[in-house]
């Protein structure tokens, strides 16, 4: 078979023009090219001036994070040349010169790998506990497969995205990692972290956007409606509802939260597609039962 061929796609709402811009160039200087690059303007209005090769695709308004990299998927796609599609956060940087080769090693090695995920950490090389994608891991350096990924930096086979669809659009943000991940492991494929492939983020916390607290809530209702057997629905969705109420320390979030979940209850979630509970097994054995 020939080698994977890389795909980038990166979101900007248009704020962080110096950010993008770096994080371009570091894109265009790894050593193993980019077969195409495209950068998708969420309601930006006018793009800022893009490299010399690289795609600008202008939204008139901001679809989310998951109608934006849907729309980025659809325009890597209608190239045909694009095997694994890589997604990067506009404030991110490549800081190793050799991410692209080593994940398209990665590809070319495994044809059941769906989803590699990055590992990300900020300047001074901390990563966040919410970065590291297994439940009670302390080490960020301990690779190997997981039940779910980073939406700041990972690469998705174009082929498993063939089988399994896109990103959930009604989603917006919050939990759609989780929902492509649940769909791609009941068909099989693998979700990975690799730790050596680092994107630098600054340390932020997802609490800074104003819906936040109602986005988590309505999309966690939603992820267990489509994608739950229905015995594990209200385990899942009351395990989680305790997990808050212990951790939320402000009144207006708690709020904010329960009126999320009270919308994603009332609102229809898309098609309902269960896993299977050989699927429920298998990710109760990587580590995580899909209950918390």
Same mark, same amino acid.
């Given at each position: ?172 943000? $919050?939990?759609?990692?989780?929902? *492509? !991940?649940? /769909?791609? @492991?009941? +068909?099989?494929?693998?979700? #990975? =972290? ?22 988590? $809530?309505?999309?966690?209702?939603? *992820? !267990?409606? /489509?994608? @739950?057997? +229905?015995?594990?629905?209200? #385990? =899942? ?56």
């Amino acid at each position: 078979m020939a080698r994977p061929r890389i795909g980038v796609a990166v979101l900007t709402m248009g704020t962080r023009p110096t950010e993008l811009r770096a994080l371009l160039d570091a894109v265009a200087d790894q050593d193993e090219p980019a077969a195409r690059i495209v950068v998708v303007g969420n309601g930006t209005g006018t793009l800022p001036e893009l490299p010399e090769g690289v795609a600008g695709v202008e939204l008139p308004e901001n679809r989310g994070v998951t109608g934006g990299r849907n729309v980025a998927l659809d325009t890597l796609r209608s190239f045909g040349d694009v095997d694994v599609v890589v997604d990067l956060d506009d404030d991110g940087l490549l800081v190793d010169r050799d991410v692209f080769r080593r994940l398209a090693d990665l590809y070319d090695g495994d044809p059941a790998l769906g989803v590699v995920s990055f590992r990300i950490a900020d300047e001074t090389g901390e990563t966040q506990r919410r970065h590291v994608p297994r439940l009670g891991a302390k080490d960020p350096l301990r690779g190997g497969e997981v039940t779910t990924f980073l939406g700041g930096g990972h690469g998705l086979s174009m082929r498993m995205l063939d089988e399994i669809g896109g990103w959930p659009e009604d989603f917006f943000f $919050a939990h759609e990692e989780t929902d *492509l !991940a649940w /769909r791609a @492991l009941d +068909a099989g494929w693998k979700v #990975v =972290y690799e730790p050596k492939l680092l994107l630098q983020h600054p340390k932020t916390s997802p609490a800074r956007h104003a819906v936040y607290h109602r986005m988590t $809530a309505r999309n966690r209702v939603w *992820l !267990a409606k /489509r994608n @739950l057997p +229905a015995l594990l629905v209200p #385990v =899942y969705l009351g395990v989680w509802t305790l997990l808050t109420l212990a951790r939320t320390r402000s009144l207006p979030g708690l709020g904010a939260w329960f009126a999320g979940f009270a919308e994603g209850i009332r609102h229809p979630a898309g098609p309902r597609t269960p896993i299977r509970w050989s699927t429920v097994l298998r990710m109760t054995r990587l580590g995580r039962p899909p209950v918390i």
